[in-house]
């Protein structure tokens, strides 16, 4: 890899800090040596200080640098002093490239795209967990999507997908638990976890969080099963952006679910998907809302999709009202929080007394590249102006 030939300009990465986790050998060596002759500034770490300190001699051999640490990524120490000596070297990280192995105990050509996901993924998110330090959510969604149905050639018109995510829940939470091992056999996937294997493969890397990040799983139908879900299992409820009346009937969703397994739901985890836009009158928010990219995502993709499905009605404030009339401009009045900071907060009131109370508001984020500084300003507003009032407001 010192002399190789490689397409890319050599000064792609320059000055960039890169963290490679399990760089000592495989692919990972290989992504160390191709960013460094790139000119980033490479940080890589394993388990073995002398391939470690090999990997070292080579690059400094070719005239490269590199920070080689010796950590085990299933160890939360070793994470947090990994992340001190890049503090402490380079003052930032630019980008991490999650490499370090973890092994499934079965052949290749056994596993499914399914079971790939339900343990892979998984372990991504235990790993984004430490990166986070414990800031991490867990969100699921059992997908209501034709397309997703068709790509992984699920039946969700059966309602396939909801066993699908009961299931894979169940397989994640068995493998953040304390079970030495266990073998899985369910209606979807067969996952085996084993103890150690060849004397040093362990099972992968648990959440810095215990027993498990926060999970929340989202609902958008009347009777939604994932919301029942959420209530069962004492998961984050999450409603999505739909008309605060129809939205208000999710609540009994919960506790329904919350009946069969005798717990006690809390309004206080409930959370809220809405589009915001904050800006200094409610003119400019109106022109910049509806007349914006959150008007475009409405005309072009959210208003047709929920009309293929019959679901218009989800986002009126009376069922009278002719599915022609629900414009971006109309969801901007009705559903959306549009308008100046005092006009958005006497509108967050309204929505919460509508629903009955809830604790969390979510921002329904778009991506404002024609306009970045009216986005944040946005932003700006909603935190330092429309938040604070309502700090004291606690769900009944």
């Not at 073995?48 to 120490?77: Q, Y």
């Not at 105990?105 to 235990?126: C, K, L, W, Y």
């Not at 790509?151 to 009961?166: A, I, K, P, W, Y």
């Not at 009202?321 to 009045?333: I, L, M, N, S, W």
Request: charged share 25%; with cysteine; hydrophobic share 40%.
């Amino acid at each position: 890899m010192a002399r190789r030939q490689i397409a890319l300009n050599d000064a792609l990465f320059r000055d960039k800090v890169v963290l490679v986790s399990g760089g000592a050998t495989g692919i990972g060596r290989a992504a160390v040596w191709i960013l460094a002759r790139m000119g980033a500034k490479v940080v890589t770490c394993g388990r073995s200080a002398a391939k470690l300190d090999a990997l070292r001699e080579e690059l400094e051999g070719s005239g490269l640098s590199i920070l080689a640490v010796p950590a085990d990524i299933r160890n939360r120490d070793d994470v947090a002093a990994l992340f001190e000596q890049v503090k402490d070297r380079h003052g930032k990280l630019d980008l991490l490239i999650d490499n370090a192995g973890g092994q499934f105990p079965q052949s290749a050509i056994d596993m499914t795209p399914n079971g790939f996901h339900a343990v892979i993924e998984r372990r991504h998110a235990a790993m984004l967990d430490h990166l986070a330090q414990g800031r991490l959510n867990f969100g699921v969604a059992a997908s209501g999507l034709p397309s997703d149905w068709a790509m992984f050639n699920v039946d969700g018109m059966s309602g396939q997908h909801r066993e699908m995510t009961r299931e894979a829940l169940d397989i994640v939470l068995r493998l953040w638990g304390d079970e030495p091992e266990f073998d899985h056999q369910g209606k979807y996937w067969h996952v085996t976890k084993t103890g150690t294997l060849l004397g040093t493969l362990k099972p992968h890397i648990m959440p810095f969080q215990k027993p498990h990040p926060p999970i929340g799983v989202a609902g958008v139908s009347k009777g939604s099963d994932t919301l029942k879900l959420a209530g069962e299992r004492g998961f984050w409820p999450m409603s999505l952006n739909l008309n605060p009346a129809y939205v208000a009937s999710h609540w009994e969703s919960v506790e329904i679910g919350a009946a069969r397994s005798g717990r006690t739901p809390r309004r206080a985890d409930w959370r809220l998907v809405r589009e915001i836009f904050v800006a200094d009158t409610d003119a400019e928010a109106m022109r910049l809302s509806a007349g914006g990219m959150m008007g475009r995502m409405m005309e072009e993709y959210f208003l047709p999709l929920l009309a293929s499905f019959q679901f218009t009605e989800f986002l009126k404030h009376d069922p009278s009202v002719p599915d022609g009339d629900v414009t971006p401009e109309y969801c901007a009045r009705h559903n959306w929080l549009v308008g100046s900071p005092d006009t958005v907060a006497n509108r967050l009131h309204e929505i919460y007394e509508q629903v009955g109370g809830f604790g969390h508001l979510l921002l329904f984020c778009f991506d404002y590249t024609d306009e970045p500084k009216a986005w944040r300003h946005s932003m700006e507003l909603l935190a330092k102006e429309v938040m604070p009032r309502f700090k004291t407001l606690v769900p009944k």
